[in-house]
């Protein structure tokens, strides 16, 4: 079961050279989860009955595989552990638009974007924010930061966007979910200010993001907030201006400000790809031609493509650059461990060969004494003989003094500790 990633172009390669079932058996999983590989990484593969006929003699079409495009994965890994930086498509910019280039007919049937057409429902069932903006349940939802006030004026204005983008072959969809892209915090204050702790904005769980080619720009719709008296009452902050004539005597005595939504919004576009700082907004006013609006953004968009383009690229040789060097950095970190082993391994050795050397210099002394005993008992009277050997033969069991030579075959060579303590990878 290999754990590498696998290219696209490699995973086409095999699939076309083997059935899947036996490729599948390799990487250890079924020939139904390899063809959905296939799918996520659009790589085309045999239809059934291809191996037959093939076999057969008959001759059989083989699908080219298509370039690569930025929802789709460019590597798998058994795994499941993916680089991102290795798993997205380089953007290049859009060549200049051609007036005379023939634009797809704009859909006119008057239905919603797909990405509309059920996001009301799903924000109304959520819950709001302390500052008044709504927070859905589902994750997986359109990026739009906005209140229950304005959510058909944000959603009419998300439809009208997208709707431009699709006419001009540029598709909307939601981030996939194997990518790893980033989506900058939302402030609901245009100018920004200082952190609020009380304020935790909805967040989808993958972004929402406009494919114009190989580039991919994120979109956020978001209502701004401004700054109003509100009090606090029933577990909540209401503004002032929401209160009953019964309850209007509280905003004399306990008024506090607080930033709440506006009904005003602007559209913020960015770029996902990591270590990119791309980043652009518009204001939409409440009288605004949201047509002509739509237009002006997809003209900026694809002028944004350029500048994108050339911050991927050099994020990426960033990237690179601080990946050789962690290289190098592991690198020489594994050569000093390896010498600090070989050091300690030498030093482990040496020493337990010095203590069987002392150990050496002790048992020749007292074989030596023993010896010396037995010809010492030669001389003795034959009545006392009988009782010296016996005492002789206990001193010696007593003594246990160990074979020299197993001492010698438990002892370790620097190499032998050296094998036993390297890391394994």
Request: some cysteine; glycine content about 4%.
């Amino acid at each position: 079961m290999s754990k590498e990633d696998v290219s696209r172009e490699t995973l086409y390669e095999q699939v076309w050279r083997e059935p899947m079932t036996s490729l599948g058996k390799k990487y250890g999983v079924s020939s139904s989860y390899l063809a959905r590989v296939c799918t996520s990484l659009n790589v085309p593969r045999p239809e059934r009955g291809y191996w037959s006929k093939l076999a057969a003699g008959h001759k059989v079409p083989v699908f080219p595989l298509p370039a690569p495009t930025p929802d789709h994965d460019l590597v798998w890994c058994r795994s499941g552990i993916i680089d991102p930086t290795k798993n997205v498509v380089k953007p290049k910019p859009l060549k200049s638009h051609n007036r005379r280039t023939k634009r797809r007919s704009p859909i006119r049937d008057g239905s919603p974007h797909p990405l509309i057409r059920s996001a009301k429902d799903l924000f109304l069932r959520g819950r709001e924010t302390g500052n008044g903006y709504l927070k859905p349940f589902k994750w997986n939802l359109v990026d739009i930061i906005t209140s229950e006030q304005k959510l058909d004026r944000a959603l009419c204005i998300a439809n009208t966007l997208f709707q431009e983008f699709e006419n001009r072959g540029w598709a909307v969809r939601l981030e996939a979910s194997t990518k790893q892209f980033q989506r900058p915090q939302v402030d609901d204050r245009p100018q920004g200010g200082k952190d609020r702790y009380d304020v935790n904005h909805w967040s989808p769980g993958r972004s929402t993001l406009v494919y114009l080619e190989s580039v991919v720009i994120g979109l956020t719709l978001i209502e701004n907030s401004h700054e109003v008296e509100v009090v606090y009452t029933d577990g909540k902050h209401v503004p002032v201006t929401d209160l009953k004539k019964s309850q209007r005597w509280m905003a004399s005595r306990w008024p506090s400000k607080q930033d709440r939504p506006s009904g005003q919004f602007r559209l913020r576009a960015y770029s996902p790809y990591l270590r990119t700082s791309w980043q652009k907004e518009w204001t939409i006013r409440d009288a605004q031609d949201l047509s002509r609006f739509a237009k002006t953004v997809a003209r900026e968009l694809r002028k944004a493509t350029t500048e994108i383009s050339e911050e991927f690229a050099v994020a990426s040789e960033q990237i690179r650059r601080e990946r050789e060097e962690w290289a190098r950095q592991r690198e020489k970190w594994r050569i000093e461990q390896d010498n600090k082993i070989r050091q300690e391994a030498v030093t482990e050795s040496t020493k337990a060969l010095e203590g069987i050397i002392a150990e050496w210099g002790r048992f020749k002394r007292i074989h030596e004494f023993f010896d010396e005993l037995e010809t010492a008992i030669g001389h003795s009277s034959e009545e006392d003989k009988a009782l010296l050997h016996e005492r002789l033969r206990s001193a010696r069991a007593l003594a246990r003094i160990p074979d020299v030579l197993e001492v010698l075959k438990a002892w370790k060579t620097p190499e032998e500790i050296y094998d036993a303590k390297k890391p394994r990878n």
